[in-house]
């Protein structure tokens, strides 16, 4: 017999961002009550939420509180308090993704030692607590903050002994320079039940000033054994993690074809915008089947796509304007995203476009388009 629906869920949300924000628009679809926390009254979603408190997700007290009343307690940003969420979870709230998971991926020196003792193909790497631990021999490398770092910052190209001035003199990981041809990232989905499902690889390229995603093509044109190794290896990550929710795992393509674990991030990823108008079932409402332990959706492509981030330009401040708006709504395909962003700032993220396209050389041109004509700058 199956079930019957006769409760509307409370799920609540640390972080009102622009990822909480999708969250909401298709939670509604299934008359879910969202409540969202976070310390900015003018966050993308406050306005969109049924709930919306304006406090502290990174104070105790504040989240132990905050969560009382919830069904399932979410995250759209991992900077949260760890030690309230185990407090919530000790009372029997279904927080996902876990706290273990949290603090897991919050740690990127202990997310390496994660991939090594499960056998997942990751970059070489030697930890450091210091800037003074450096060595000659590390080099080249690439150092990355073992916590608080985000959106491409915390990560530092070291090449030669005159960057050591400028690395952080904090723990680190020092990750080997790989040789890599192109990144790939696969969004997988797993729930209470341990069903699984991934969503089609894209191909990433990046900016490379603000080291922040450009654009997002799918599906991946990288040759199929490659394809089916990056998405066995998010399946494998999500499965040894354990992870109740939507995990994104980006990597490196190598040269000689192997395929090595970078970042994952254990929420709706940018890696994963396209699939609300590309896939039948978007990153979102699979988050929200994950989380809630319902049956996981279809992840098909209807069409293919590219994704556009609508990064602030260099340079700007103030209150966001967007040039060139009416042009692109006047192009076949594309469907435009705003964050509800009052401000801009360089290579802030305000937006995407979703350029959909049955041929994806056609729908890459387009997008190139659309990176053109659609400039985000401040008043």
């Known amino acids: 017999m199956s079930k019957s629906w006769n409760h509307q869920p409370v799920i609540g949300i640390l972080g009102g961002g622009q990822l909480g924000r999708m969250f ?26 049924h709930q919306f408190t304006v406090g502290d997700f990174k104070d105790y007290q504040t989240v132990v509180d905050w969560g009382q009343d919830k069904d399932v307690i979410t995250i759209e940003i991992e900077n949260v308090n760890l030690e309230a969420l185990k407090k919530l979870e000790s009372q029997g709230k279904k927080v996902y993704p876990q ?15 994660f991939y090594t003792e499960h056998h997942i193909p990751t970059a070489p790497y030697v930890l450091i607590e210091k800037r003074a631990e450096l060595l000659a021999s590390h080099l080249p490398c690439m150092q990355k903050l073992r916590t608080g770092g985000y959106d491409g910052k915390g990560v530092l190209p070291l090449k030669n002994e005159d960057d050591f001035q400028l690395a952080f ?34 191909d990433m390229e990046f900016n490379a000033e603000a080291n922040l995603v450009e654009f997002l093509f799918t599906p991946s ?15 494998q990550v999500a499965e ?27 929420r709706p990823h940018n890696s994963g915008h396209h699939t609300i ?10 988050h929200l089947r994950a989380i809630m332990n319902w049956p996981l959706g279809d992840t098909g492509l209807i069409q293919s796509a590219v994704m556009v981030n609508l990064l602030g330009e260099k340079g700007s401040a103030g209150n966001v304007v967007y040039q060139g708006m009416e042009e692109v709504l006047a192009m076949p395909g594309v469907f435009v995203h705003l964050y509800g962003k009052k401000t801009t700032a360089s290579f802030r993220k305000m937006g995407h476009v979703t350029v959909l396209n ?19 700058t401040g008043d």
């Not at 603090?103 to 020196?109: A, P, S």
């Open 277 to 286: 108008e590309c896939c039948y079932t978007s990153q979102y409402e699979q």
């Open 221 to 235: 044109e990288r040759p199929q054994a490659i394809i089916q190794k990056a998405e066995a290896i998010a399946i």
């Open 99 to 113: 706290s273990s998971v949290l603090e897991l991926i919050k740690d990127k020196g202990a997310q390496k030692k």
């Open 24 to 49: 909401i628009e298709e939670a509604a679809r299934y008359d879910v009550k969202i409540d969202v926390i976070d310390p900015q009254s003018n966050a993308s979603c406050a306005h969109l939420a």
């Open 358 to 376: 049955q041929d994806l050389p056609s729908a890459k041109q387009t997008a190139r388009e659309v990176m053109q004509k659609l400039v985000v």
């Open 169 to 202: 003199d904090a723990p680190s990981v020092l990750e080997s320079w790989v040789d890599f041809e192109s990144e790939i990232a696969v969004i997988v989905a797993r729930n209470a039940n341990g069903e699984m499902k991934t969503f089609p690889a894209v």
């Open 240 to 266: 040894k993690m354990g992870i109740i929710g939507v995990l994104a795992v980006e990597m490196f393509v190598l040269k000689n074809g192997e395929v090595l674990v970078n970042e994952v991030a254990p």
